[in-house]
């Protein structure tokens, strides 16, 4: 199980970093892909990063303004966001698998090839 934080309500062109964790076990041992939904919309893939954390990739919307990283000592994978705009709006989830099947999940859309997934926090970009 994995448990998300550091969402909230931000203006535009403000920053957040939102932090995953793993309530049990060890994000070391998976791939991690971050994930955002709106209401009424499909899930769209944001970004993942290997186990090790050397490769990453990141969706159109928001390469250069996302940064995806892992915190080995404590064990989190987070997600830096820069530069938000109101359609970055979202719930965002963090969801392990093989970064293979994350990179495809991101590029295709596609977020039920993806097996674990965590609950969710909510990022609301507000002028």
């Known amino acids: 199980q994995f448990v998300e934080s550091g969402g909230g309500l931000v203006q535009p062109g403000d920053s957040l970093q939102l932090s995953c964790a793993a309530s049990?076990?060890?994000?070391?041992?998976?791939?991690i892909g971050w994930f955002r939904q709106t209401p009424g919309k499909e899930r769209e893939g944001v970004a993942c990063i290997s186990r090790n954390g050397g490769v990453t990739y990141y969706t159109d919307s928001v390469k250069d303004r996302f940064v995806v990283f892992r915190d080995h000592a404590s064990d989190t994978v987070n997600l830096k966001l820069n530069d938000l705009k109101p359609e970055d709006t979202g719930t965002y989830y963090c969801?392990?698998?093989?970064?293979?099947?994350?990179?495809?999940?991101?590029?295709?859309?596609?977020?039920?090839?993806?097996?674990?997934w965590g609950q969710g926090t909510l990022v609301n970009v507000s002028v």
């Open positions: 969801a392990a698998d093989t970064y293979s099947v994350l990179k495809s999940a991101v590029i295709s859309g596609d977020h039920r090839l993806v097996a674990i």
């Open positions: 049990g076990g060890s994000l070391d041992l998976y791939a």
